[in-house]
């Protein structure tokens, strides 16, 4: 299982990023994805979810603003996100559980991609 994230950078607040996590070895299809994100010194927080049966989650924080999808064609999955805040800023993780619900905290994770939203 290998998951590569792209697609982060530098934003101004009120911007948008959409986020790639392009998989490798695994279908995405049977997999939960969920989107991490990580400010250091802090615990790593799920702010999106898709299940493997498509049922979807969202943080308090990112709900109305992120949205997750998958491309089973593709093996891929991605995270828009709008309005983008300051608080925002973080290296998010993309991260994937075989036959798993949402939320889901364990399974295979990629290495990473900073946002930094400036104020």
């Known amino acids: 299982v290998q998951l590569v994230e792209s697609g982060g950078g530098l934003v101004q607040a009120g911007g948008s990023l959409r986020l790639s996590c392009a998989a490798a070895?695994?279908?995405?299809?049977?997999?939960?994805i969920g989107w991490f994100r990580q400010v250091s010194g802090k615990e790593r927080e799920l702010v999106a979810c898709?299940?493997?049966?498509?049922?979807?989650y969202y943080s308090d924080s990112a709900r109305g603003r992120f949205t997750i999808s998958r491309d089973n064609a593709k093996n891929t999955a991605s995270l828009q996100m709008n309005a983008l805040k300051h608080e925002d800023t973080a290296i998010y993780y993309c991260?994937?559980?075989?036959?798993?619900?949402?939320?889901?905290?364990?399974?295979?994770w990629g290495q990473g991609t900073q946002v930094t939203v400036s104020s």
């Open positions: 898709i299940s493997w049966r498509n049922d979807f």
């Open positions: 070895g695994f279908a995405v299809g049977r997999y939960a």
């Open positions: 991260a994937a559980a075989e036959f798993k619900t949402c939320p889901f905290s364990s399974g295979s």
